[in-house]
T-cell receptor, first 118, second 111 residues
Framework: DGGITQSPKYLFRKEGQNVTLSCEQNLNHDAMYWYRQDPGQGLRLIYYSQIVNDFQKGDIAEGYSVSREKKESFPLTVTSAQKNPTAFYLC?????????????????FGDGTRLSIL | GENVEQHPSTLSVQEGDSAVIKCTYSDSASNYFPWYKQELGKRPQLIIDIRSNVGEKKDQRIAVTLNKTAKHFSLHITETQPEDSAVYFCAALGQGGKLIFGQGTELSVKP
C-alpha cells in the first residue's frame, strides 16, 4: 500500500546506540501499529496507538519506545536496552470504527525496515 | 494466554491443485479473522478476511471458512499458480482488540 512509508529500508545499530525507525501514512487512519518479525516467525505487536498523543504497549514492548505527536506519524525507537534487535520491523495502520476493538478493520502494512547489529 | 496455531508450516503443491491452510484460535470472543500473503522480503498484504457473523467467504480462487464452535478457520486456494507461492499468515482478534498472528505457512507451487 503506497499510503504507508517506512524508512530507512535497511538500518544498522552499533552497540549502546538508540535508533529510530520512521513510519508515515497518508491514509487518514486513526490507528497505527508496530510489529516485529523474526525469520520464520509470525508478527508480534510492539506498540500501538489509537489517537494522537496516546499509545499502548503490545506483547514485546521492552526495549522500545514510540511517540504519536501527529496523526500521520508513529516513529519507533529501538533503545540500547533491546539486546536482540535484529529483525524485520513492520508498521501498519487501520481505521477505527469501534474503539473497543481497534484491530477489527483491515490493517495495511508498510514495506518494512530491516535492522541489524554492527 | 491467547494464541493462534497455524498448520502446516510448509506446503508444496503442483500447479493447478488446491491448497488448504488451517488455523485454530483460543479466544472464543474473537470475531475478526484476516489472512495475509507475504512474499519474500516484502510487506504482508491482506488477501481476504472474515467476520464471525458468516461461515464462508469467497473471492475468486480464494475462500475462507470459519467454524466458531470448533474455533478454527481455514484458507482454501483453488487452481494454484506459481505466483501464489509465498508465506501466508492467519490472524484472530484477541482480547484488548489486538490481532494475534499465526506462525505462517510457506506455500510452494511447482510448475
Amino acid at each position: 500500500d503506497g499510503g504507508i512509508t517506512q524508512s530507512p529500508k535497511y538500518l544498522f545499530r552499533k552497540e549502546g546506540q538508540n535508533v529510530t525507525l520512521s513510519c508515515e501514512q497518508n491514509l487518514n487512519h486513526d490507528a497505527m501499529y508496530w510489529y516485529r518479525q523474526d525469520p520464520g516467525q509470525g508478527l508480534r505487536l510492539i506498540y500501538y496507538s489509537q489517537i494522537v498523543n496516546d499509545f499502548q504497549k503490545g506483547d514485546i514492548a521492552e526495549g522500545y519506545s514510540v511517540s504519536r505527536e501527529k496523526k500521520e506519524s508513529f516513529p519507533l525507537t529501538v533503545t540500547s536496552a533491546q539486546k536482540n534487535p535484529t529483525a524485520f520491523y513492520l508498521c501498519a495502520s487501520s481505521i477505527i470504527l469501534d474503539r473497543g476493538y481497534i484491530s477489527n478493520q483491515p490493517q495495511h502494512f508498510g514495506d518494512g525496515t530491516r535492522l541489524s547489529i554492527l | 494466554g491467547e494464541n493462534v496455531e497455524q498448520h502446516p508450516s510448509t506446503l508444496s503443491v503442483q500447479e493447478g491443485d488446491s491448497a488448504v491452510i488451517k488455523c485454530t484460535y483460543s479466544d472464543s470472543a474473537s470475531n475478526y479473522f484476516p489472512w495475509y500473503k507475504q512474499e519474500l522480503g516484502k510487506r504482508p498484504q491482506l488477501i481476504i478476511d472474515i467476520r464471525s457473523n458468516v461461515g464462508e467467504k469467497k473471492d475468486q480462487r480464494i475462500a475462507v471458512t470459519l467454524n466458531k464452535t470448533a474455533k478454527h478457520f481455514s484458507l482454501h486456494i483453488t487452481e494454484t499458480q506459481p505466483e501464489d507461492s509465498a508465506v501466508y499468515f492467519c490472524a484472530a482478534l484477541g482480547q484488548g482488540g489486538k490481532l494475534i498472528f499465526g506462525q505462517g505457512t510457506e506455500l510452494s507451487v511447482k510448475p
